[in-house]
């Protein structure tokens, strides 16, 4: 096993309803400057479970959060996920390919959006 240089932890706080609805949510990581809590609207984990072979994930967010912002961070979290699969495969195809589609996305959502 390797040596580690330094660890870091990231830290999440949830705070929920009788019906275990988030109401709150924080998050910090160790590394930071500012070592306090700080507040957030949602957060999405994926965590590759190296024994299961599979994908862990983990999606929370507050009533807070408007579907604006939703539409933002999912679509913001697609392209963050293309360049890092992009950066670790090597693949040339991934990001030209999946801002396409983003762009196909987020126009077909903002249609369907204003014909509500």
Known sequence: MAEFAKTSEIR?????NANNVPIDIKWMATDTKNQELRDCKSIMISIWDMNQKETLKIDLWTNEMTTDEMHSQYFQTLL???ESYAKATGNP????EMKKFAQQLAKRTADWEDGK
Do not use: D, H, L, Q
Not at 93 to 96: D, F, L, P, R, S
């Open 12 to 16: 999440f706080k949830i705070g929920m």
């Open 80 to 82: 963050s996920m293309t």
């Open 93 to 96: 195809y991934a990001v030209e």
